[in-house]
């Protein structure tokens, strides 16, 4: 079946470094790509995404690019902020055998712990 | 536009229960997906639901089950509750086209005793 690996962490920077977390995918197909953050107590926020190889999904200064050869989906950002300490998922969608998506399959998850 | 919204936010269950909760979606959507969150097992894709019919489906024994309304809200049930069962139950959606794009409630967060 479908899988997700991310690293687990907690991963530990101070405020303005480079940020990288790792994901790769186990898919049929061409599975759509999203990466998830959740702060605590709450559901998750989408962040960004991309459906086709190639494809750069970006937000909020983050980037992840849809890389089909390597099956890599890496979420980089630039210059970190304290206020990015989160849960970091990162996760793929492959269309359902009922027609429509066959549900969100999860990496479980980076905790991102920034220090100023 | 308000966002989705979840029902109610925490509850206390014993064993053998049965418990329900309920999902709004973002007005407009017609697909609600629910997703079962534990430190063990991470998070889990139950069942979604699109024009109130159940239209993908998790690998979950038949204790869970939900439904969708006409007007897109869904419930899903949770029989005979297991101490296992405890976990935060997120509801997800979409405009259930290609996009596929989900948003996510706030969660329910239940706790079996």
């Known amino acids: 079946g479908d899988s997700v690996t991310q690293m687990e962490g907690p991963v530990t920077l101070s405020e303005e470094a480079f940020l990288t977390i790792n994901c790769t995918y186990t898919?049929?197909?061409?599975?759509?790509l999203f990466w998830y953050v959740q702060y605590p107590g709450e559901g998750l926020q989408l962040l960004l995404k991309?459906?086709?190889?190639?494809d750069k999904g970006s937000n909020k200064g983050f980037e992840a690019t849809y890389r089909k050869e390597t099956t890599s989906f890496h979420l980089e950002k630039g210059s970190v902020q304290v206020s990015d300490s989160a849960v970091y998922f990162c996760?793929?969608?492959?269309?359902?055998?009922?027609?429509?998506?066959?549900?969100?399959?999860f990496g479980k998850g980076t905790h991102l712990i920034i220090q100023p | 536009k308000a966002g989705v919204t979840q029902t109610p936010r925490y509850l206390i269950k014993t064993r053998g229960q049965q418990v329900t909760l309920s999902c709004s979606p973002i007005?407009?959507?017609?697909?609600v997906s629910w997703y079962q969150q534990t430190p063990g097992q991470g998070l889990q894709f139950l069942f979604e639901?699109?024009?109130?019919?159940?239209?993908n489906k998790g690998n979950f024994p038949g204790r869970f089950s939900g439904r969708q309304f006409s007007n897109s809200r869904s419930e899903m049930n949770v029989s005979t509750l297991e101490l296992g069962d405890s976990a935060l139950y997120l509801c997800?959606?979409?405009?259930?086209?290609?996009?596929?794009?989900?948003?996510f409630g706030p969660g329910t967060r239940l706790t079996v005793t």
């Open positions: 997800a959606s979409s405009s259930g086209h290609t996009s596929y794009e989900q948003y």
């Open positions: 898919a049929t197909g061409y599975p759509s």
């Open positions: 991309a459906t086709k190889a190639d």
């Open positions: 996760a793929l969608m492959a269309r359902g055998s009922g027609g429509g998506a066959d549900g969100l399959t």
């Open positions: 007005s407009g959507h017609r697909s």
């Open positions: 639901y699109f024009s109130e019919t159940q239209r």
